[in-house]
């Protein structure tokens, strides 16, 4: 572990030193956000104004978004193919994509139920809602079983162009996943719409250039007013139940991931956590891993993950793999119960990290989404957020910051598979990946 932090020091250390504006955006933008908390009257004509930039720079990238990931997958498995191919590359996928999310929340519901954050924080309920919980959660609602399945039909778009129309990312990527599946069938007459996707897919990649021009002050204005509106001081409140977030990411991040790339491929994890440190800071700014998804693809790419493996895995990824949200909400799921003095038992702390994982993969990659999923979870329990608003105080109070961190774990987790099914597929070059001096910048 202690060789790991240092290695890890040392991919960070040279991050910052290419992307020195990114990194210092952030700490200012911590520094002058508590700045601002402590003199919120004065100031906040200028919050307003910071909050429209932040959100403007997030408008910008998600803008490219639906484009880019349809294009991708287009190019992608027109590129790869063979058929045979694209499901061997979608079973490598899938196998790492869950092995990581079952660790996850498996690291989630041992460290919340060994260090038990919401007992700290029971004198802050009301012991009529805490009663009226506990008499709830006695028994779950048969009818659950039918809104799981609801999910999964919500996945297949009635009409593809109004969902397109909406952003729902899971619907338009079934669709695209099942028109490039038909594209790669008939044969050379695809040609003219594969060319069309290409051109798309170049052209977005070129809007994301120009955007990350200003991705210094974007993240400063982002992460100036996440803090402004709680302060430093807020972490004091809910420290523990903090820690045991920020100690289930570390050993996601610190342990699971170099254990993942160890074990399934010759990648060496502190090399690769500098390629794609630029992903990670935007992750970390704007908190959303759509948004950071442009990125990632071009941090990879260029750094020696083929474009066949990138445009394939990167876009469905940063959709449907959201470990690090999934660790979260097990933990602020039990976290909650505890608080309200409800006592599980294993058959529904299980049912807890499944529904997690099932919540986590239907949330949207944008900021705050993983806490609006997080309704999902609880259904599972036959509750409801509005029944516990008393206990989502302490969760909205700092999901800002959590969130940041928790898509920082998200875009990394999706760089870690991308890069093993790389290296499986012999779809990546060590030369331009070990060679970190001659990085070329990203941002």
């Not at 996850?104 to 309920?125: C, D, N, R, S, T």
């Not at 009818?143 to 039909?153: A, D, M, P, S, W």
């Not at 695809?190 to 955007?211: C, G, H, L, Q």
Request: proline letters at 4%; hydrophobic letters at 55%.
């Amino acid at each position: 572990m202690k060789l790991h932090l240092q290695t890890l020091f040392v991919a960070v250390g040279l991050g910052i030193k290419r992307n020195w504006h990114i990194f210092l955006s952030i700490i200012a933008g911590l520094l002058f956000g508590n700045f601002l908390h402590e003199n919120p009257t004065v100031f906040e004509p200028l919050v307003r104004l910071l909050n429209i930039v932040g959100q403007a720079f997030i408008r910008v990238i998600q803008m490219v978004v639906i484009p880019l990931v349809c294009s991708a997958i287009v190019v992608g498995i027109s590129s790869i193919g063979d058929s045979k191919q694209i499901g061997k590359f979608g079973k490598k996928m899938i196998l790492y994509y869950g092995l990581i999310t079952v660790f996850a929340v498996v690291i989630g519901a041992v460290l919340v139920l060994g260090f038990k954050p919401g007992v700290g924080v029971q004198e802050f309920i009301s012991q009529t809602s805490a009663l009226e919980i506990q008499n709830q959660v006695n028994s779950v609602i048969a009818e659950q079983k039918g809104q799981i399945g609801n999910i999964f039909l919500n996945m297949i778009p009635q009409n593809p162009l109004e969902s397109l129309a909406k952003g729902e990312m899971i619907p338009i990527i079934f669709f695209a996943l099942i028109f490039s599946l038909a594209l790669s069938k008939v044969g050379e007459i695809n040609r003219p719409i594969v060319s069309f996707f290409e051109s798309v897919f170049a052209a977005t990649m070129k809007i994301t250039d120009w955007i990350m021009i200003f991705a210094a002050p974007g993240i400063f204005a982002l992460t100036t007013v996440a803090v402004s509106s709680f302060g430093l001081s807020i972490f004091s409140t809910i420290s523990k139940f903090f820690a045991v977030v920020f100690l289930g990411f570390c050993i996601q991040f610190f342990i699971v991931y170099p254990l993942i790339l160890k074990l399934f491929s010759k990648v060496p994890f502190s090399t690769f956590y500098t390629a794609i440190i630029e992903a990670l800071l935007v992750a970390f700014g704007t908190a959303s891993s759509s948004a950071t998804l442009p990125l990632t693809i071009a941090c990879c790419e260029k750094r020696g993950i083929s474009h066949k493996i990138c445009s394939f895995v990167l876009p469905l990824g940063a959709t449907l793999n959201m470990d690090g949200t999934a660790l979260f909400q097990t933990v602020a799921v039990i976290f909650l119960t505890q608080a309200y003095g409800v006592t599980l038992e294993p058959i529904q702390i299980i049912q807890i990290m499944i529904l997690a994982i099932i919540a986590s993969s239907t949330c949207a990659g944008i900021p705050g989404a993983g806490l609006i999923t997080i309704a999902l979870v609880l259904n599972g329990l036959g509750l409801t957020p509005q029944q516990l608003v008393e206990g989502f105080a302490f969760l909205f109070a700092i999901d800002r910051v959590v969130d940041m961190i928790r898509t920082t774990v998200n875009v990394a987790s999706d760089a870690v598979v991308a890069a093993v099914i790389a290296d499986n597929e012999n779809e990546i070059d060590y030369d331009l990946l070990n060679n970190t001096e001659q990085y070329k910048e990203i941002i």
